[in-house]
């Protein structure tokens, strides 16, 4: 059997190659599949599923940067992740709940969801704060969101002074 990241990444990829604006195209490469990876690093860390946790980082925005939209993103991509799942024959029941679950709960990073649900949630904020490091952690964040930034940095025991 194809590997399922694969299988799923030439799916994406199709759709990110497609995008008439290259600066948007830029910043969905990097953005999805940088939390793709930092998903897989966190989730090997707490024993998470590896491959889900990848797949669910590099679908998790996907909404936005094939409409242009960002109302509802998450719940919306959620939406989305479950069609393509559904279409590629990827995931099981389980699986896909996991997936889509995480990505409807990303955006809400004041709260606190299932373990793999903190995955995605934690993958997103490390790739939104390593993108640039020398930039401090955006002040349109709120709060919970360098809250969990700190909590990352103590939990892969990094020296960081922000």
Not at 81 to 93: C, G, V, Y
Request: proline share 1%.
């Amino acid at each position: 059997m194809e590997n399922r990241v694969e299988i799923l990444r030439n799916y994406i990829d199709e759709i990110l190659l497609n995008m008439s604006d290259t600066q948007n195209r830029r910043c969905a490469y990097l953005h999805l599949y940088g939390v793709a990876q930092a998903c897989a690093l966190i989730a090997l860390r707490r024993d998470e599923d590896v491959e889900l946790a990848t797949m669910a980082g590099m679908l998790h925005d996907l909404y936005t940067y094939k409409t242009g939209n960002h109302a509802d993103h998450a719940i919306k991509g959620a939406v989305l992740a479950r069609e393509i799942l559904t279409e590629l024959k990827l995931t099981n029941e389980i699986e896909t709940n996991m997936i889509c679950s995480a990505i409807h709960n990303h955006s809400s990073k004041e709260e606190n969801f299932s373990s793999f649900d903190e995955v995605l949630i934690d993958a997103d904020v490390l790739q939104h704060v390593l993108y640039n490091f020398s930039l401090p952690i955006l002040e349109q964040h709120k709060s919970s969101f360098k809250n969990r930034f700190e909590k990352l940095s103590k939990e892969f025991e990094l020296n960081i002074h922000k």
